[in-house]
Structure formats: structure tokens, C-alpha cells
């Protein structure tokens, strides 16, 4: 059984990545292969990587950037392995088995078609409020789980045939609710999903700006999603849109959206701060999303 080690490269340094995971894959002897897609990186980052193309099965650098959804879809153009192993770029091992571990819940059982491995957030960025909302919202802490809300797209491994029956939707060219969507589509058709505790560490620098920036474009990747009918399914979960449509339903949004307004430049401000609070961050994504909804 082969893996493909697949790797979205954008604007960072893989190359300690890189040789981790091939020192796992010499030491264990494992049938594997390590493919990086760069999505138009930055020329400095394509100059530091550009060593390791001698160094993997395929280095593929496209001239225009594609999205988070579609650059993996690509990997299966460009992969040979019966389990495809999604990684971040931004990631570091944490364990010299981590390869071994998903070869082993396979072994043990043949029938599980994705597994999620968590991940850790490195200490230095654990106080911005993108990590704290890591920590409180994404992270698990439990061994073993089969509820597919807790799959991420940082740390996962998925069968070929089922990726390429369930590729990630294409629409969500942009930041925001791809992984759900994903593992929503995937609950639907009954694939067997495992949740276990292999975890990356990830090195998320982004500025609490900058995560804001994220959380606005999350939130139109949302509302493109609420133009289909057909997603509604999909959707209907996610925390953010569940309140927003009952506030709608029960004729409160503009007097919601007259509080917030009052309260906005004081949630702004905490979240901009060293200490924000993950409340203020939900009020503000239901601001967004009622003010951009019908």
C-alpha cells in the first residue's frame, strides 16, 4: 500500500517538513511518496524551496494562485499512492512514527476511508486570538472519535477512490468552511471516518488583524454557499448561520444589528487587543453574516 504525502506550499519554508518526513520514510521503510504543490508563492519562498526539488517525487509550482480547495483536488493528478495524506504546509512533525501511526489504525482496520490527526499549536503564538480560537473550537482532546465535525485539513489522510468520488468543492476558491463542507459531503455518503491523536505542531503566526481579515472572507465564503439552495444541508450545522437564521426568523435582525452597531468598535477593539475574548469574536461573525444576508 502506497502514500502520497500531499503538501500545499504557499509563502513558507517546507524544507524541514520535507526532510522529517523522509527520514521517517527511510527509517520505517515505508511505500511512500512526497509531492508539493507550490500555489504561486511569493519568488523568495520559490528560491528557498526550490532545493527540494530533488528531494521529492514531484515539486509542481503553478504561475497563478488556485485556492485552498482546488490545489487539493490537484494532488490527484499528480499522486500514485492508494491514501492520499493532506498536510499544511505550516507544520512540523511531532513524532518519529507519524507515518506509522495512520499505516497502523489501516492495518488494524481495512475499512476506515479517512483518518484526521489533530494538531498541537506551538507555544509562541498560543495568546493570538487565531490560536486561542484553535485551542477552544478546533482541537480535540479525546483518543479516538468517529463524529466527522472534527475533521481540519491541516492532518488528514483520506482513500484515493473515496477523494476522487468527494473532492473538496471548487466554488470555495477562498478562506472559509471548505474542511466542513468537505466533511459534511463526506458524513452524507456514509464514509468511515476516524478521529485519532497524531497531532502536527503548527505554526500559525498569523496577527489577530490579519485572522479578522480571515474571519471577513469566511464569512462571504458562506454567504456564496447560502446563494445554492442545495448546500443548505451542508450548512445547517454551522454555529454562525444556525443563529443568525433563527434571529431572522423571529424578525430580531435589525434590532440585533442597531446593538451590535453600538457594541461593534468595542468588540473590534478587544479582539485587536493581547487578551481577546472568543464571545466578542462570535458576535462578530453573526455582525457580518446578518448584514451580508437577505
Do not use: W
Request: with cysteine; net charge neutral.
Amino acid at each position: 500500500m502506497k502514500i502520497s504525502v500531499c503538501i500545499p506550499v504557499y509563502n513558507f519554508d517546507v524544507r524541514s517538513l520535507v526532510f522529517e518526513l523522509k527520514k521517517e520514510i527511510h527509517d520505517q521503510k515505508i511505500d511512500a511518496e512526497i509531492i508539493l504543490i507550490d500555489d504561486a508563492s511569493d519568488g523568495n519562498f520559490i528560491e528557498i524551496n526550490n532545493e527540494l526539488q530533488d528531494q521529492v517525487e514531484q515539486f509542481v509550482f503553478l504561475e497563478k494562485n488556485i485556492g485552498r480547495s482546488r490545489i487539493r483536488n490537484l494532488f490527484l493528478k499528480h499522486t500514485k499512492g492508494d491514501y492520499l495524506l493532506f498536510l499544511d504546509c505550516d507544520v512540523q512533525i511531532d513524532n518519529n512514527y507519524f507515518l506509522a501511526n495512520y499505516l497502523k489504525e489501516i492495518a488494524k482496520d481495512k475499512g476506515v476511508e479517512v483518518i484526521y490527526g489533530n494538531f498541537k499549536i506551538d507555544p509562541a503564538y498560543s495568546q493570538t486570538l487565531r490560536n486561542r480560537y484553535s485551542v477552544d473550537k478546533e482541537i480535540f482532546s479525546i483518543e479516538r472519535s468517529s463524529d466527522f465535525a472534527l475533521l481540519k485539513t491541516v492532518n488528514f489522510m483520506i482513500k484515493r477512490e473515496v477523494f476522487e468520488k468527494f473532492p473538496f468543492n471548487e466554488d470555495l476558491k477562498n478562506y472559509g468552511y471548505e474542511d466542513f463542507v468537505f466533511a459534511k459531503t463526506l458524513e452524507f455518503a456514509n464514509v468511515k471516518f476516524l478521529a485519532i491523536q497524531n497531532p502536527l505542531i503548527h505554526f500559525d503566526d498569523t496577527s489577530n488583524e490579519s485572522f479578522l481579515s480571515k474571519t471577513k472572507t469566511a464569512i462571504d465564503s458562506l454567504c456564496l454557499l447560502l446563494q445554492n439552495s442545495d448546500n443548505e444541508k451542508l450548512i445547517k450545522d454551522i454555529k454562525v448561520y444556525r443563529v443568525a437564521k433563527n434571529i431572522k426568523n423571529v424578525k430580531m435582525k435589525s434590532t440585533f444589528l442597531l446593538l451590535y452597531s453600538l457594541m461593534e468598535k468595542k468588540i473590534i477593539m478587544n479582539l485587536l487587543s493581547k487578551n481577546p475574548n472568543l464571545k466578542y469574536l462570535d458576535m462578530y461573525k453573526l455582525g457580518l453574516l446578518l448584514r451580508k444576508m437577505q
